[in-house]
């Protein structure tokens, strides 16, 4: 039964593959997501980018295209964002002078400053792993009458960046937020 979806899947690779020997400027990218009733997970990925496996059943809610961030849901309302891409194509990066734990570094600075100087939000920076090239920070605070408190994992190998980030999450403790964000470093493929 599962041969039929398997074929279609490698067609499309095929497809996009073969589009792609035609010199563009943009990539095709093929989507999925699926929950595993026998292992519990949900499986995310956007080729060539990246997948992931998610702990637990995750519903995809809204896409954000500017910044490629799809969203999940899970049963107690915890909020997921999940981003792949290449490290050249962020406008502090566009071309490609910073890679690795460097470019981790450039990264935070970039987008929490944003959060910071916008929108007068502070920042915190959890955990810095330059031998896994990867870094765990918070974005908290208040503006107006809204609460902010969201964890970001973002993460770069061989040129792909993993992005997510965890809010809603009342129920979790710091570390067990930062237990979830390393567990989907860790299932990164």
């Known amino acids: 039964m599962r041969t039929k979806p398997i074929k279609i899947v490698l067609f499309l690779v095929l497809v996009v593959g073969l589009t792609n020997c035609a010199t563009q400027k943009t990539t095709s990218t093929i989507v999925g997501c699926e ?23 995750w519903e995809k809610t809204n896409y954000l295209a500017n910044s490629k961030q799809q969203f999940f849901i899970n049963r107690d309302s915890v909020t997921l964002a999940i981003s792949f891409g290449r490290f050249d194509k962020y406008e502090f990066n566009r071309n490609g002078e910073k890679s690795g734990f460097e470019f981790i570094k450039a990264f935070y600075e970039w987008d929490s400053s944003y959060f910071v100087e916008s929108h007068g939000l502070k920042r915190q920076s959890l955990v810095s792993d330059s031998t896994n090239n990867f870094i765990i920070y918070r974005i908290y605070g208040e503006k107006g009458t809204a609460n902010f408190d969201t964890y970001f994992l973002v993460a770069e190998k061989k040129g792909d960046i993993a992005n997510f980030s965890i809010t ?22």
């Open 35 to 57: 929950y595993n009733e026998k292992t519990n997970t949900t499986d995310y990925f956007v080729f060539p980018y990246g997948a992931v496996t998610i702990p637990g059943k």
């Open 168 to 189: 809603h999450v009342k129920k979790w403790e710091e570390s067990e937020r930062i237990n979830f964000l390393k567990t989907l470093l860790l299932t990164r493929k």
